[in-house]
């Protein structure tokens, strides 16, 4: 079965949107660029495109690469002391001069939509979850609308990112999962991607996984892009996978539109925690 990670985000989208209509002033998302990626320019164009089907404001701060750390710094903080303002994403990567940890965390964590401040990190390795990174939330809600349960399961990440697989591998211990972690330094990657009944890739190679490293019924969920010319590429090799797999995700269609629907409803979560519950 194909999962179709669209129709699940337009239902997530559709509750948000009724949710925001509720709200006396919406909610408002800050994005920050600095410098002009072309990947970067359409993941911002789909998350402003989130925002506006749903009703939430949305604010883009655009620099240019010759930015300094300090300066950016401070229109972060800036962002941080505006009311008007619930959630900030810093989008990745950032120029070489700039250090990601020390731009990331200065972004209030209450703020902090993305979910990739230390802190933030730190509350979720804890079980305390507050707002988390939206593309491992995606995935857990995507295999929860399938009914496909995780307890006991033995899922398999391929990737080590912060951004995906490790909070990925948390959430997924969370709900009982058995979880194993790959990653480049990987000797036989097909040793440990045959013993998953859960597989998720998270690392940006066209068709890094093949028929013959998937078991029988395994559910499969791509999460890696890559672009070929214009056309874009998951990490799984869809055509011949899916003779072998009981549930697999498409690309495009399916974790992308869930990260882009996670990160709305984070923002709506930390409008409402900002306000304390009170519209
Ligand atoms: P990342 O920072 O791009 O790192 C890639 C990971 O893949 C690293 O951990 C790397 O291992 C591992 N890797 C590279 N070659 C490998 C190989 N041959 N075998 C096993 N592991 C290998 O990771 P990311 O941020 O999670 O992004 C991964 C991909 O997902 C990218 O294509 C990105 O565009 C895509 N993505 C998609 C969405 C979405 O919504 N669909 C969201 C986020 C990211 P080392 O650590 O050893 O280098």
């Given at each position: 079965m ?60 655009k ?13 972060i ?26 731009v ?10 993305d ?46 990112s ?12 969370e ?22 009944d ?12 093949r ?14 892009i ?17 003779k ?36």
């Open positions: 194909i999962i179709d990670g669209k129709k699940v985000a337009n239902k997530i989208k559709e509750d948000l949107k009724k949710e925001v209509s509720m709200m006396q002033i919406p909610p408002t998302l800050a994005v920050v660029q600095v410098g002009d990626d072309p990947a970067s320019n359409s993941y911002i164009k789909a998350k402003e495109k989130g925002c506006s089907e749903v009703g939430i404001n949305f604010k883009h701060l620099f240019k690469d010759d930015i300094n750390e300090d300066e950016l710094i401070l229109e903080v800036k962002l941080n002391n505006d009311k008007l303002v619930d959630g900030i994403l810093v989008q990745l990567p950032l120029p070489n001069n700039l250090d990601e940890n020390k990331l965390n200065t972004i209030n964590k209450d703020k902090d939509v979910g990739l401040t230390t802190i933030n990190a730190g509350c979720l390795f804890q079980n305390n979850i507050t707002l988390a990174p939206c593309t491992p939330l995606g995935i857990i809600k995507l295999l929860e609308e399938y009914n496909i349960s995780l307890e006991g399961k033995h899922v398999v990440i391929v990737g080590r912060n951004l995906v697989s490790k909070p990925l591998a948390m959430l997924l211990l709900k009982n999962a058995t979880v194993t972690i790959c990653h480049s330094k990987s000797i036989n990657l097909e040793k440990y991607t045959k013993e998953a859960i597989l998720i890739s998270s690392v940006g190679k066209k068709h890094l996984i028929q013959d490293m998937v078991k029988d019924n395994a559910v499969v969920i791509d999460v890696g890559s672009r070929d010319n214009t056309k874009l590429y998951g990490d799984v090799d869809f055509d011949n996978v899916i072998k797999a009981s549930y697999i995700t498409p690309t495009p269609g399916g974790v992308g539109p869930m990260t882009v629907a996670m990160l709305l409803s984070n923002v709506v979560k930390a409008k409402r925690r900002l306000c304390n519950d009170k519209y």
